[in-house]
């Protein structure tokens, strides 16, 4: 598992401090950048503007480009953009207005604005970075958000940010900001897990979230966003599917993508495993008609976090590899199968015993 952690040498700040990491005889290129100085076994040390630090446990791997942010007192930096990955998100909250049953990162109570050194980061990235960004719930915190955005794309316009919201904080005050981001350059991931508005907000645990949901939905279709519509396929959902399809597809035509994603093992889904989990690898009809729907109608679907052996083999091309890397494992079996290359694979608190009946190697 790929570490989103590295062990340092503690700093003598009081601040957050956000360095990227150059490789040797790499000219630094700002006040941000720590440059390789010496390689010893276990341990790399950086000049930092004239002080240095050490970095550990990181021999084989390659860190050039990698954007850390070590906090005052820790001995671990946080290793917000590794420049070799497609897979960076920054966490800009942990606070949430929902309770969802499926929910990956359980919501806290408390908030720690670290706004100032994700937008740093963010321009710091390689060259054409997409970058996530994922709570608890980004809106919460609308204005540092809108600020931050705004920032990096004033820096650095070849950025592009993936936000993952409840689009339930919107209003018609944002649409000129929203107007402004690069439709290309941002897309808002918003979930939507049922047509009817009982089930949804039952399912997300807010009485009202379907109606503010709608409404957000309005000023990102006014304001020309990208939207990625979200929906996990859930035992509670199972037979809305075909009917979710009708309503994405009739009132919804604006978005990109349509994706149809499976639960990820972790957080609430874990522990309403039982209750929620739907075992697609036997039983796909519902899923097959939602996405027949949407696609006759000229809409973009897509399956996520769905291994290919478990998908019927006319809808293999909708499953994209779209695990994270740094959550993503194969089975022993996977070993043998000639898709493991495209395969997105399974996450990493994936149980085979709670999983899937029908897999194997194609």
């Given at each position: 598992m790929i570490s989103l952690r590295l062990k340092v040498d503690p700093l003598p700040i009081d601040e957050p401090l956000v360095v990227r990491l150059q490789g040797p005889g790499s000219p630094a290129r700002s006040d941000h950048d720590a440059v390789l100085a010496e390689i010893a076994p276990d341990r790399r040390e950086y000049d930092l503007n004239g002080f240095s630090f050490g970095v550990y446990g990181i021999s084989s791997e390659v860190i050039d480009g990698d954007v850390l942010m070590m906090l005052p007192g820790e001995t671990t930096a946080h290793r917000l953009i590794r420049a070799g990955s497609a897979h960076n998100t920054l966490l800009v909250t942990e606070q949430c207005d929902q309770l969802c049953v499926m929910c990956s990162q359980p919501p806290k109570k408390y908030h720690t604005d670290l706004f100032e050194q994700f937008t740093l980061a963010a321009s710091l990235a390689p060259q054409g970075a997409m970058i996530g960004v994922s709570g608890g719930e980004?809106?919460?915190?609308?204005e540092r958000l809108f600020s931050m955005l705004e920032d990096v794309n004033a820096q650095r316009p070849d950025i592009g940010f993936h936000i993952l919201t409840n689009a339930q904080h919107f209003s018609r005050a944002d649409l000129e900001r929203l107007q402004r981001l690069d439709y290309e350059r941002v897309l808002w991931g918003v979930p939507l897990y049922s047509s009817m508005p009982e089930t949804h907000d039952q399912l997300v645990g807010k009485p009202g979230a379907f109606a503010s949901l709608e409404q957000g939905l309005s000023i990102l279709m006014r304001a020309g966003a990208s939207l990625e519509l979200r929906t996990v396929v859930m035992q509670q959902n199972w037979q809305d599917l075909p009917a979710l399809?009708?309503?994405?597809?009739?009132?919804?035509?604006?978005?990109?993508?349509?994706?149809?994603?499976?639960l990820e093992r972790i957080g609430y889904a874990r522990m309403n495993w039982k209750e929620t989990f739907r075992d697609t690898s036997g039983d796909f009809e519902q899923i097959a008609r939602a996405v027949d729907i949407a696609t006759a109608r000229g809409l973009k679907a897509a399956l996520y976090n769905f291994p290919l052996c478990s998908v019927p083999p006319a809808y293999q091309d909708f499953a994209p590899s779209?695990?994270?890397?740094?959550?993503?494992?194969?089975l022993d079996f996977c070993l043998n199968c000639r898709a493991k290359e495209t395969c997105g694979g399974f996450f990493q608190w994936y149980s085979q015993a709670e999983g899937f009946a029908f897999l194997g190697p194609l």
């Open positions: 980004p809106l919460l915190h609308k399809a009708d309503y994405v597809s009739t009132r919804l035509s604006f978005l990109t993508v349509w994706a149809i994603m499976q779209t695990i994270s890397d740094w959550k993503r494992k194969y």
